[in-house]
Every structure is written in C-alpha cells, then in structure tokens.
C-alpha cells in the first residue's frame, strides 16, 4: 500500500486532517461498496449504504484507539452500516426493477442477467449473519479470525455460518440454474 | 441433504484449512466432491468482483462522509418534523427563511431558477454545468444543514435508530424536452402530482443520490429525467425539513437538476409544489 499507513491517516484524520480523512475513505471506498454491494444485492442501495458506512467511518474515527487494525475497525462499522440500511429499507416496500438495475451497470444484461441475479436473490436469502459471514470471506477475503472479530463472535460461529451459508448459496444457485426459480429476498 | 459438519468440512477444505487427510477424503467420496463443487461455485460467485463506482460518484461519497465528520462539531441536529404527510412530501421554506435571516448581511444573488416574486438564498444559485462536482455536490447539501444549524439542538452522535426512515423516491419518468429551468420546474411539480410510479432510472437516481444521505436531511422525493437545453439531465425534487417551531407551514421544494452522465449540477433552487 502505497503513502502513509491507515492508522496514521486514522490518528491525524481523528484530528481534524481533512487530507487525511479523505485519504483513508478514499482508500477504503472501493472495499467497503463491494461489502455493501453484495449485502444489499443492488446498486442503489449499496450506493446509499456505502455513503453511510463512510459517514460513519468519518465519524467514529475519534473512538478508533488503534488496538485494533484499522480495517478490521472499518470492517466492523461498515457491516453494521450496511445492515443498518438493509432493515431501514426492509420496513417500506419498494419496487425492483432489475432491468433498470442491471442496465445502470455497464454490463452486457444477455451475460450477465443469470449470474447477476442468482447471487444477488441467492445471497438475500440468507440470513443477515450468514450473508455477512459469506461476504466478508468470500468477496473482501478476510480471515476467519479477523471475521470473528469483526462480527464478535467466536471463529467457531464464524466456521458455521460460513459453511451453512455457502451450502443454502450452493443450494440457491444449483435450484436456479435448473428451474430458474430463485427464491426472493428474506425481507 | 448435507449436515452441517459435512458443510463445515467442505468450507475448510475450500478455504484451505482442512488438513490433508479431510481434504483427500472429501476428493474421495463422489458426493461429497460433487458437493465441494457446487459450493465453489457459490463462492466464486459471490467472490466475483463488484464493479466499482465511477470516479466521480466515489469522489462525491468522499467528500460528503468528509463533509459531515468535519461540520459534526458545528452542525446541529435537527429536530426533523415528522414526515407524516408523506404525500405532502416537502418541507422546504423553514431553510430558505432561515437562510435569509441567517444572510440579512448578505444579499441574495438573482437567479434563473428563482420562483416568480421570490428571491432566493445566494446558494440556490444556478452553476455552470462544467462545475466541480465533488466540490458542489457536498457544499449545497451541507450548506443547507448549516443553514438550519442556528435553530436545531444540540450535537450527538450518528444515531441511525433516531433518523428518520426516508421514502423511496416518486418516478418521475421522463419531463421532456425543455429550454428553460422555470419550466422544467413546473413539469416536475405536475410529475410529482401523477408520478408514473415504478423504479427510478438509476442512473438519474444516481445522481440526485448524494443529497440523500448525510443525516437524510434532505432525501430526494421524485426523481426523474429531461432534456433540459438540449443536454440529457437528471431531475430531483429534494425535500427538506425545518424545525416545526421555526416553519410549522413550510411547504417548498428544491428542483436539483444535474447533467447526465457526468451528474455535474445544472441547477438548484427552491420551488413551489402544485397542489398542496
């Protein structure tokens, strides 16, 4: 990684550095939106929780004490930003248009429709610990210590939802791909 | 039907943290192969990588994450009134008086986007369409916030529980083809009266977006599409909230417009809803 380590971008930034604050979340946006982006499974609201979990990285910078990683600490805030937007939004009804969605994306819809919305349906049939579990491993890659940490909860909660988790997935998409019937979000 | 240490075993293996024994008995046994499999699918599924933001939508979530940590010690939390009348759906007057009075010293600028018999606040002022976005965007939200910081109590921390839920926004569909801002103001304030329904387009909804968050002072309550001079615009009627002992019978708008694709500002300014 390349200028000053996170947790010197932190301490300044918890200082009041503007450059600094802006250097971290600028750093960390990309993680934290694919995070959001496979927890809600949309691009609005993943757009809408990234901008939260930036807030509030912001904001809590000044209780981040540095025992932690910094990336765990963000980890750990923007997970609950992130389910914090998915159950506001879970409590109004809200159309979906998934062919508006997927065109906003950039990406070739007669590709990428299947894919798209299997693991976006797949993974919104998990439930909120499972889904959490599964992406913070499958799609950032973090460990399964740093997820304990990051969930708080013990690595043998951590091993389980992962494997329950990937299993329901296996389930979700295997189903799809042969009856194109994906069941909808839990919600 | 697998169990869950059969699930355990396949993720450890997937993971690389069975040992060799566990994972050459799993390659042993043809289902629990087959099973190995169709979980690596999921997590290579899952773990495909997310396309990620434009530069400009991730400069502009930057700037107003920034934004807001930096004004937390000055900005004031608003006392927001409720948002019952949903339909009602704007409250915008209480920030536009109390920019006035908060300005007595600094005179309004005129602007094209100022309603007939109204003057306008000087940051309701139309930008050129070539803007800095990632200065404008924030500014003009922020700005409006600490408008109202004078009649709102006292600071705390991000309380997402106390936030008042937004709504999701109107669709406003297409306004049309429109040369001139007073116009597409009027279309959008008929839009909002007969919104279409359905998704907004994502990418208008894009960006209005950014005004939404930040303390969901300011969510978008219809968004929509024009062609505004000819360039293709995204269109958002924001709604505001002002403290209710400060203008209990607001009920004003602001008519954000910004060019698409690149979400520069076009305009802002504040607009009178039809049929209240």
Not at chain 2, 186 to 194: K, L, N, P, Q, R
Not at chain 2, 201 to 206: F, L, N, R, V, Y
Request: aromatic fraction near 2%.
């Amino acid at each position: 990684m390349e200028g000053p380590d996170d947790t010197d971008l932190a301490r300044r930034a918890a200082d009041g550095n503007r450059e600094a604050l802006e250097t971290l979340l600028r750093r960390h946006q990309p993680r934290v939106y694919s995070l959001c982006r496979r927890m809600t499974g949309n691009d609005a609201d993943a757009l809408d929780a990234t901008q939260e979990a930036l807030i509030a990285i912001a904001r809590g910078l000044p209780r981040f004490d540095g025992r932690a990683k910094f990336t765990t600490w963000m980890h750990r805030v923007a997970t609950n930003a992130c389910l914090d937007e998915m159950r506001r939004r879970s409590r109004r009804p809200e159309p979906v248009d998934h062919d508006s969605e997927l065109a906003s994306t950039g990406v070739d819809p007669a590709e990428s429709v299947t894919d798209r919305l299997s693991i976006d349906e797949a993974l919104a049939g998990l439930s909120e610990d499972h889904r959490a579990a599964v992406v913070l491993r499958d799609q950032l890659g973090l460990d399964y210590d740093e997820i304990a940490e990051v969930l708080g909860v013990r690595i043998g909660t951590v091993k389980s939802r992962i494997a329950r988790g990937r299993a329901q997935l296996a389930a979700r998409l295997g189903n799809s791909a042969v009856t194109g019937d994906v069941q909808g979000p839990e919600r | 039907m697998s169990t869950p240490s059969e699930d355990e075993l396949l993720a450890a293996v997937l993971d690389g943290e069975a040992s060799r024994a566990e994972s050459e008995a799993v390659l042993a046994d043809p289902e629990l192969s087959a099973r190995l499999e169709q979980m690596r699918t999921a997590r290579d599924a899952v773990a495909e990588e997310v396309p990620g933001l434009s530069e400009l939508q991730a400069e502009r979530l930057v700037a107003v994450a920034s934004r807001v940590a930096r004004d937390d010690g000055r900005t004031r939390r608003s006392r927001l009134l409720p948002w019952a009348t949903a339909a009602a759906v704007v409250l915008m007057a209480g920030a536009v008086t109390v920019v006035m009075l908060n300005r007595d010293d600094d005179p309004p600028a005129q602007t094209a986007s100022e309603a007939p018999g109204e003057r306008l606040p000087d940051h309701f002022i139309d930008e050129p369409a070539d803007s800095p976005i990632s200065e404008d965007v924030p500014h003009s939200h922020v700005d409006d916030q600490e408008a109202l910081a004078p009649a709102l109590e006292e600071p705390e921390a991000l309380d997402h529980d106390v936030v008042t839920p937004i709504q999701p926004p109107l669709n406003l569909g297409s306004l049309g083809d429109l040369e001139l801002s007073d116009d597409l103001a009027d279309v959008a304030a008929s839009a909002m009266e007969d919104a279409p329904g359905g998704a907004v387009d994502p990418a208008a909804s894009a960006c209005i977006f950014p005004y939404q968050s930040a303390q969901g002072l300011a969510p978008p309550v219809g968004v929509g599409t024009a062609t505004l001079g000819g360039q293709a615009v995204a269109v958002g009627v924001l709604s505001y909230s002002a403290p209710e002992d400060f203008a209990p019978d607001a009920n004003l708008a602001t008519l954000v417009v910004t060019t698409l694709p690149e979400c520069a500002i076009v305009l802002t300014g504040p607009f009178e809803m039809l049929g209240r």
